[in-house]
């Protein structure tokens, strides 16, 4: 196993490339999330990749265009088809040996993977905390409304609430106030109805990974348990399986060991 550096042409631009060499036939692309650059928060992407070539298969990260290290404009995840088929390109004739590509992406990658994976040539997909929420013009860290009904019935059912509210800890009417806006009923996004259609027509299996306390993870459970998601949650070759945690990077040691173990479950079956 070795890594080496690299620059990925992507029309006019160059994409900042690091690549994990392996024996195995099947590789892993890893799409970042975000704005992040390739190694992740903290190095956490670096990190995973090691863990898989440690095992045998080639794992290529790299940085979007306008992001880290890549030249270019930076578009956002809805303009990324383009990188994430000459990644994948790349990933093939710097390892010929490799019949398969798996991609892994978290929140909006994840999105953008479904979106645009199958014209990049993906042969299957591991898609964590897809992010689904419409921000017109917001943060993206604006929660949705089932995202903040979720928290606010943890809240509830936490007896230390009841100790809050009596000392005076928790505002009363902020916590009403609260509860009213989460009670709010709320439509699937135009965003959420486009992956669902995107995932129902992916060729390859996709396992989707959730880290269910995670406020972005809370929006697309909502979304897949409402009733517009209905065929796909019969679709065999789309599964689902959540962690207890609120890591929305899967940054604690356990976090970590739950992602990566799911992810060589997935290449070693490929």
């Known amino acids: 196993m070795m890594r080496s550096f690299h620059r990925i042409a992507c029309d006019s631009e160059m994409l900042a490339a690091s690549l994990d060499s392996g024996t195995e036939a099947t590789a892993l692309l890893i799409v970042s999330g975000g704005n992040e650059i390739r190694a992740g928060a903290h190095g956490g992407m670096a990190q995973l990749a090691l863990r898989i070539a440690e095992q045998g298969f080639p794992v290529l990260r790299y940085d979007r265009r306008g992001i880290g290290e890549s030249s270019g404009e930076n578009r956002e995840f809805l303009s990324s088809a383009d990188e994430i088929a000459a990644a994948a390109k790349f990933l093939r004739q710097q390892q010929p040996r490799v019949n398969k590509v798996i991609a892994f992406g978290n929140c909006d990658a994840a999105t953008a993977l479904a979106l645009f994976g ?16 419409e ?5 993206e860290s604006l929660p949705s409304t089932a995202a903040i009904r979720s928290r606010y019935w943890d809240r509830i059912k936490n007896p230390r609430t009841i100790i809050d509210l009596l000392s005076g800890k928790i505002d009363l009417r902020k916590l009403l106030k609260g509860l009213k806006q ?12 486009r992956l669902r259609d995107a995932l129902s027509g992916l060729d390859g299996n996709s396992l989707i990974l959730l880290a269910k306390r995670d406020t972005t993870a809370r929006a697309f459970l909502a979304a897949w348990k409402s009733a517009d998601f209905s065929t796909l949650r019969q679709k065999s070759s789309v599964t689902l399986e959540t962690l207890d945690s609120a890591s929305h990077s899967f ?9 990566t173990e799911k992810l060589l479950e997935v290449l070693r079956r490929a």
């Open 135 to 139: 921000t017109s013009g917001e943060p």
């Open 251 to 259: 940054a604690d040691q356990a976090a970590k060991d739950w992602l």
């Open 118 to 133: 199958p014209g990049a040539g993906i042969d299957g997909y591991v898609l964590a905390n897809p992010w689904i929420i």
């Open 182 to 193: 989460a009670s709010k009923s709320e439509e699937n996004s135009v965003l959420s109805l």
